[in-house]
């Protein structure tokens, strides 16, 4: 059974930074488009950011220049670097691995609040 565990989340001030990980298992990791997404309350979830197998990253217009995804396919883990975040981030961030035939994470919740 594929696993995707994240890790990261928590309270920060705006215009601070965390970093979110999502471990891997059960999955030819390296094959994988591995993506970032997150659910705010009383909203659709929506994507953050993706990178494809080949290093190819795309985010959605309201992180880029202040988030970064990144890989590390020896340890089988993604990474989200989330900088001048906004209390408009606050949410629930997922892990998901795949695209037509995709796994999720459980989430974690990232709140941004002075």
């Known amino acids: 059974q594929v696993q995707l565990v994240e890790s990261g989340g928590g309270l920060v001030q705006p215009g601070g930074s965390l970093r979110l990980s999502c471990a891997a298992s059960?999955?030819?990791?390296?094959?994988?488009?591995m993506g970032w997404y997150r659910q705010a309350p009383g909203k659709q979830r929506e994507l953050v950011a993706t990178i494809t197998s080949g290093d190819i990253t795309n985010y959605a217009d309201s992180v880029k220049g202040r988030f970064t995804i990144s890989r590390d396919n020896a340890k089988n883990t993604v990474s989200l670097q989330m900088n001048s975040l906004k209390p408009e981030d606050t949410a629930v961030y997922y892990c998901?691995?795949?695209?037509?035939?995709?796994?999720w994470g459980q989430g974690t919740q990232v709140t941004v609040s002075s």
């Open positions: 059960r999955i030819t990791f390296s094959r994988y488009t």
């Open positions: 998901k691995a795949g695209t037509l035939v995709a796994y």
